[in-house]
């Protein structure tokens, strides 16, 4: 008699009836603290009639994400400070987890990626700055070991001992 029920679609009238620009008037009281009947009394002044419990519905959602997202932020901003504000190695990982989850949702959830190409669009795009790091990241190393050599053979010139030459060329590398 019981079974488990889930929605398997969501309706609200603030998402469908409302223009995007009104949503995200809507949006930014909502983050502000507002009432949901100051809002509803707000759009209602608008000409838009949505009741405070669908503005309720809306805005639990729309806050829970809201919130999610700061703690994104709050992680993301903790990683690149940690990685020693290199953004480069969070977008290394964030494209290997982004990579993996498609691959494990494809796999699992049996999805008909022809139904979705954004799905792929935006999979060739990730691969793409990938691709785009990773040369980057070749162009940069091979750069500054040339610095690196140039260097120790100016300091040698100069009567540096090859040891102290080398410990310089490793510091530069980030070796040591």
Do not use: C, W
Request: charged letters at 40%; proline letters at 2%; zero cysteines.
């Amino acid at each position: 008699m019981g079974g488990t029920h889930t929605k398997i679609r969501k309706h609200s009238k603030v998402e469908d009836e409302l223009p995007p620009e009104i949503r995200r008037e809507v949006n930014r009281l909502l983050i502000e603290g507002e009432t949901y009947e100051d809002i509803s009394d707000y759009l209602k002044g608008k000409g838009h009639d949505i009741s405070r419990s669908s503005i309720g519905r809306y805005g639990k959602d729309f806050l829970n994400e809201y919130r999610r997202l700061l703690v994104i932020e709050d992680k993301s901003k903790i990683l690149v400070s940690e990685a020693g504000g290199d953004g480069m190695i969070l977008e290394e990982a964030v494209a290997k987890k982004m990579a993996a989850k498609l691959m494990e949702l494809l796999l699992d959830e049996g999805i008909d990626i022809s139904k979705t190409p954004r799905i792929i669009s935006d999979f060739a795009k990730l691969q793409s700055s990938t691709v785009t790091r990773e040369r980057l990241k070749g162009d940069f190393q091979k750069k500054a070991e040339k610095t690196a050599d140039d260097i120790v053979r100016s300091v040698k010139k100069d009567g540096l001992s090859e040891e102290k030459a080398e410990q310089i060329r490793k510091k530069i590398l980030g070796i040591v």
